[in-house]
């Protein structure tokens, strides 16, 4: 009974917090300078007030606010995002159409990142102190440090532009399907290094730093001296005592950061003229399009709440993982691990 009450108030409170952001986002995207009637009557060719009225009496806009939003709320209970201003097709059909390309592209770049920030900062943690240690640590500074829509253009410059290697834009070619599956699926792939490269950068410079702190820490406790004394060799003791150890703030940080890469793709998206929810959003907001605005907005609080309130895995001493780790420094060649709480500390090297 105790359980059952507490899931039914979790669940209100989900649907209560979901309810205020569809509200703030209203508001927010109709505070916005423009007339959507306007941006529709330019691609019809007519301007005309008669024209214009018809338009915004077919669309609702020319109701009170306060109807306006009711009519929204209304139709958010009966799972109905509305129909685009400029795409006269449901919001729900553009969304899942775009959540594929969009979903390929975070997903590959949340792995390139956490593979290649473990594998870059464990390089740099083990040769702590030498040359490698200063020039990885360097690197990902400045990488951290870099705009991403301005590493894109550098990127498609070098191998579009000056080698010729990649595809710059696009999510595929024109004639690709004429490749069969398998011709397809290269196709597709060549076009996602660079974009994916693109939104793994600062992310994969954030976990280089992570692991190579957290590296160092573990290398110090005494348990890898322990295993030292007892004989191990170095092999094992990196395997089974040090990156088993050092890896897991890394991997529980980057799964708070799932939802920050969809936010990023924005960006990336639209510099590479990637077809996915970034480029929609974009597009949305240039064509003052409302109703694929609030449920692009939608849609991504709901994912954000939804990873909020998933369940949280425990370290091995205890701790709450989604606790341990709220904050990433990055500083002069530091790396500090902020834990919440009386036993909170910073490490760093």
Same mark, same amino acid.
């Given at each position: 009974?105790?359980?059952?009450?507490?899931?039914?108030?979790?669940?209100? @409170?989900?649907?209560?917090?979901?309810?205020? %952001?569809?509200?703030?986002?209203?508001?927010? $995207?109709?505070?916005?300078?423009?007339?959507?009637?306007? /941006?529709?009557?330019?691609?019809?060719?007519?301007?005309?007030?008669?024209?214009?009225?018809?338009?915004?009496?077919?669309?609702?806009?020319?109701?009170?606010?306060?109807?306006?939003?009711?009519?929204?709320?209304?139709? %958010?209970?009966?799972?109905?995002? @509305?129909?685009?201003?400029?795409?006269?097709?449901? /919001?729900?059909?553009? %969304?899942? +159409?775009?959540?594929?390309?969009?979903?390929? *592209?975070?997903?590959?770049?949340?792995?390139?990142? *956490?593979?290649?920030?473990?594998?870059? @900062?464990?390089?740099?943690?083990?040769?702590? @102190?030498?040359?490698?240690?200063?020039?990885?640590?360097?690197?990902?500074? $400045?990488?951290?440090?870099?705009?991403?829509?301005?590493?894109?253009?550098?990127?498609?410059?070098?191998?579009?532009?000056?080698? +010729?290697?990649?595809?710059?834009?696009?999510?595929a070619d024109m004639r690709a399907k004429s490749f069969g599956t398998v011709g397809y699926a290269l196709d597709v792939l060549k076009h996602l290094i660079l974009p994916a490269l693109t939104l793994a950068a600062i992310y994969m410079a954030a976990y280089t730093r992570l692991m190579r702190a957290a590296l160092i820490e573990v290398a110090a406790e005494d348990h890898v001296k322990t295993a030292r004394a007892k004989g191990l060799s170095e092999g094992a003791i990196l395997r089974g005592h040090m990156l088993r150890n050092a890896s897991l703030p890394v991997i529980t940080f980057a799964g708070l950061q799932i939802g920050a890469l969809v936010g990023g793709a924005v960006v990336v998206e639209t510099v590479f003229s990637w077809p996915g929810l970034g480029r929609l959003t974009f597009d949305a907001v240039t064509a003052r399009d409302y109703p694929v605005l609030l449920g692009l907005f939608l849609v991504m609080s709901i994912l954000v709440i939804a990873r909020a309130h998933a369940p949280c895995r425990r370290l091995p001493d205890g701790r709450a993982g989604a606790g341990y780790l709220p904050r990433l420094a990055l500083g002069h060649g530091r790396c500090a691990l902020h834990a919440p709480g009386p036993e909170s500390h910073a490490h760093g090297q």
């Open positions: 009974m105790r359980t059952a009450r507490l899931v039914l108030t979790r669940l209100a @409170g989900i649907v209560f917090a979901i309810l205020v %952001i569809a509200v703030i986002n209203f508001c927010l $995207v109709r505070a916005a300078p423009g007339d959507p009637a306007m /941006v529709i009557a330019g691609q019809s060719g007519s301007t005309d007030e008669k024209f214009l009225a018809q338009v915004r009496a077919d669309y609702g806009l020319d109701q009170p606010y306060a109807v306006q939003l009711g009519t929204y709320l209304k139709k %958010i209970v009966t799972l109905d995002l @509305g129909y685009s201003f400029r795409q006269g097709r449901p /919001v729900s059909d553009l %969304i899942l +159409e775009r959540l594929g390309p969009t979903l390929l *592209l975070t997903l590959s770049a949340f792995f390139i990142s *956490l593979i290649g920030g473990v594998v870059f @900062g464990a390089l740099a943690g083990l040769r702590h @102190g030498k040359i490698t240690d200063l020039g990885i640590s360097l690197a990902a500074l $400045v990488l951290y440090a870099t705009p991403v829509f301005w590493l894109g253009l550098m990127l498609v410059l070098l191998f579009s532009i000056k080698l +010729e290697w990649l595809p710059a834009f696009g999510y």
